[in-house]
């Protein structure tokens, strides 16, 4: 076992995105947090990355994920970027309380570390570069829940506390929240470019993601064609970002550009909530008074913020008739794409056109009642699994408690039993029980946890993150952190400062 005094383990430092230039970004030093400590570590995460076994023994670690000492090599920085904000230009923002440590070579490929809450940087604006502890608790067990759930998402390697307070709506504790992803590239880097009238620059950066985060288009020839390619790749894959987030009723809350990542993982975690009833006009966010990002608008959304994507990237077209083309295929790809994740949710090979009627019936029936979301699919998971054994349409009884409408219920019921009796009914439930969690982060579970962590215990992080992590098994003993949310869930309130 290594000591303490052992030198702190080196990691070899690189940054393709420092190689860009000063037009990017700006060095920055992080500022100190007083008495810091952990508050959570993401154990599998760091194997992952190949980080050394007492990394989290040496004390130089801890002090570096607080921001309070550089680690040998890593030289930090914050990028610009500009977006939209609520639908509506918001100029230049950049990362006002994010540092990128630089990159790593890991056995995950590479990785940029970012510490989330260092402190102040030049495109802080009138913000302290701050997170608080709360804020933090929720992206650390957002971003593991969601890598669980196998949704593309940036991950969370630790979370460090500090006393030092800020002030929000209250004065809370500070915490630092160590970000990972391949790239924290966003829309908004782009548009910043596009919006001022730096072609050399923006060409720059996509001729940068590109070569480093989709080489694939380095075969298609240099030029027009290939940026627009690159459009497609990322409409693509946030078409299927979207589609797993509407079938597992996670509601992000602040889709603005500058929350888009390139990449199409689930960046920014904010103001989010995982649907406790199903509610397709829910507003997780208190400051969206609007419902800009309602739950069922998030689709739309996304589309309208890859249009903004591709006005960004038209002066390296120079098409636009080509971008509209491209970005159109969105109108077809995410209805397929979210066609397949239900298809899964019902324990379906695929989604016929026929079946429209039955998946929208079942919606219609969660709607109507608020039917907890999570709750009802998994309830059904189990009930086609003890149904594909016995037959008898009580293995579905569980699923009918939840609705105060039986009638509407055993229509659908009768329906349904029609369309999977063309399945493997074996097959349909293992499908069902892995597409359908037993556990998400619920805004009381989250709550919950936060407010023992306040006071200094942090065994309720952890044991929702070990949960979460592994959000499809069943995990007996732990049957209340998969059961209805209390009454006091719906006055929760969750608001973009954090
Ligand atoms: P968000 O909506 O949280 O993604 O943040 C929008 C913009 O505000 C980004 O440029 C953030 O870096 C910046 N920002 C948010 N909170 C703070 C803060 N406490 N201090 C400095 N900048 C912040
Ligand atoms: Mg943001």
């Given at each position: 076992?290594p000591?303490?005094?052992d030198?702190?383990?080196?990691?070899?430092?690189?940054?393709?995105f420092?190689a860009?230039?000063p037009?990017f970004?700006?060095?920055?030093s992080?500022t100190?947090?007083?008495?810091?400590?952990?508050v959570g570590?993401n154990?599998?995460?760091?194997k992952?990355?190949?980080?050394?076994?007492h990394?989290?023994q040496?004390?130089?670690?801890l002090q570096?994920?607080?921001?309070?000492?550089v680690?040998p090599?890593?030289?930090?920085?914050a990028?610009v970027?500009?977006?939209?904000?609520?639908?509506v230009w918001a100029?230049q923002?950049?990362?006002?309380?994010a540092?990128c440590l630089?990159?790593i070579?890991?056995?995950m490929?590479?990785?940029?570390?970012?510490?989330?809450?260092?402190g102040?940087?030049p495109?802080s604006?009138?913000g302290d570069?701050?997170a608080?502890?709360r804020?933090s608790?929720r992206?650390?067990?957002?971003s593991?829940a969601?890598h669980?759930?196998?949704i593309?998402?940036?991950?969370a390697?630790?979370?460090v506390?500090?006393?030092d307070?800020?002030?929000?709506e209250?004065?809370e504790t500070?915490?630092v929240v160590t970000?990972?992803?391949?790239?924290?590239?966003r829309?908004?880097?782009f548009?910043h470019?596009?919006?001022?009238?730096?072609h050399?620059?923006?060409k720059q950066l996509?001729d940068?993601?590109?070569t480093?985060h989709?080489?694939?288009?380095l075969?298609?020839p240099?030029?027009?064609?290939?940026y627009l390619a690159m459009?497609?790749?990322?409409?693509?894959?946030?078409?299927?970002l979207?589609?797993?987030?509407?079938s597992?009723g996670f509601?992000?809350g602040v889709?603005?550009?500058d929350?888009?990542?390139?990449?199409?993982?689930?960046?920014d975690?904010?103001?989010?909530?995982f649907?406790?009833?199903?509610d397709?006009?829910?507003?997780c966010?208190?400051s969206d008074q609007?419902?800009r990002?309602?739950?069922?608008?998030q689709?739309?959304?996304?589309?309208?913020?890859?249009?903004?994507?591709?006005q960004?990237l038209?002066?390296?077209?120079?098409?636009?008739?080509a971008?509209?083309?491209?970005l159109?295929?969105?109108?077809?790809?995410?209805?397929?794409q979210?066609?397949?994740r239900?298809a899964?949710k019902?324990?379906?090979d695929?989604v016929?056109?026929?079946?429209h009627?039955l998946?929208?019936a079942a919606?219609?029936?969660l709607?109507t009642e608020?039917t907890?979301?999570?709750?009802?699919?998994?309830?059904?998971?189990?009930?086609?699994?003890?149904y594909?054994?016995t037959l008898?349409?009580?293995?579905f009884?569980a699923?009918g408690?939840?609705?105060?409408?039986?009638?509407?219920?055993?229509?659908?019921?009768?329906?349904?039993?029609e369309?999977i009796?063309?399945?493997?009914?074996?097959?349909?439930?293992?499908?069902m029980?892995?597409?359908n969690?037993?556990?998400v982060?619920?805004?009381?579970?989250g709550e919950?946890a936060?407010?023992?962590a306040?006071?200094g215990?942090?065994?309720?992080v952890?044991?929702l993150f070990?949960?979460?992590?592994?959000?499809f098994?069943e995990?007996p003993g732990?049957e209340?952190f998969?059961?209805?949310?209390?009454d006091?869930?719906?006055t929760i309130s969750?608001?973009?400062?954090?």
């Amino acid at each position: 076992m290594p000591s303490l005094a052992d030198p702190l383990p080196q990691l070899a430092w690189r940054n393709r995105f420092a190689a860009l230039g000063p037009s990017f970004h700006t060095s920055v030093s992080a500022t100190p947090l007083r008495d810091v400590h952990w508050v959570g570590r993401n154990d599998s995460l760091a194997k992952g990355l190949g980080l050394p076994d007492h990394w989290w023994q040496e004390p130089a670690v801890l002090q570096a994920l607080a921001g309070n000492l550089v680690l040998p090599g890593s030289q930090p920085l914050a990028s610009v970027y500009s977006g939209h904000q609520f639908g509506v230009w918001a100029g230049q923002l950049g990362d006002g309380r994010a540092l990128c440590l630089g990159e790593i070579d890991t056995p995950m490929g590479p990785q940029e570390l970012q510490l989330k809450g260092a402190g102040a940087t030049p495109y802080s604006r009138m913000g302290d570069g701050r997170a608080v502890l709360r804020s933090s608790i929720r992206e650390f067990l957002c971003s593991e829940a969601m890598h669980g759930l196998g949704i593309p998402t940036t991950r969370a390697l630790a979370i460090v506390g500090s006393p030092d307070k800020v002030l929000r709506e209250e004065l809370e504790t500070a915490a630092v929240v160590t970000r990972v992803a391949p790239s924290f590239l966003r829309f908004g880097h782009f548009e910043h470019f596009a919006a001022s009238g730096r072609h050399e620059e923006l060409k720059q950066l996509a001729d940068f993601a590109i070569t480093h985060h989709f080489p694939e288009l380095l075969a298609t020839p240099e030029g027009a064609k290939r940026y627009l390619a690159m459009l497609g790749i990322v409409m693509h894959s946030t078409a299927s970002l979207m589609a797993q987030w509407q079938s597992v009723g996670f509601c992000h809350g602040v889709m603005n550009t500058d929350n888009m990542s390139l990449l199409s993982l689930t960046i920014d975690y904010g103001p989010f909530q995982f649907l406790d009833g199903f509610d397709p006009a829910h507003i997780c966010n208190h400051s969206d008074q609007q419902g800009r990002y309602a739950f069922a608008r998030q689709p739309q959304v996304a589309f309208w913020n890859l249009y903004c994507l591709g006005q960004a990237l038209l002066p390296l077209i120079q098409d636009q008739d080509a971008v509209v083309q491209v970005l159109d295929g969105f109108k077809t790809l995410y209805p397929q794409q979210l066609d397949r994740r239900i298809a899964a949710k019902l324990g379906l090979d695929e989604v016929q056109a026929s079946d429209h009627g039955l998946i929208d019936a079942a919606f219609r029936l969660l709607a109507t009642e608020r039917t907890d979301h999570t709750i009802f699919w998994r309830r059904l998971s189990h009930a086609v699994a003890s149904y594909a054994h016995t037959l008898e349409v009580q293995a579905f009884a569980a699923v009918g408690d939840l609705f105060i409408e039986a009638s509407a219920w055993q229509a659908w019921l009768g329906l349904y039993l029609e369309r999977i009796a063309q399945q493997d009914l074996a097959q349909a439930a293992v499908r069902m029980l892995r597409s359908n969690p037993k556990f998400v982060l619920r805004n009381h579970l989250g709550e919950q946890a936060i407010a023992q962590a306040k006071i200094g215990d942090f065994s309720g992080v952890s044991t929702l993150f070990e949960l979460l992590s592994a959000p499809f098994d069943e995990h007996p003993g732990f049957e209340s952190f998969a059961a209805f949310p209390p009454d006091w869930a719906s006055t929760i309130s969750i608001s973009c400062s954090s």
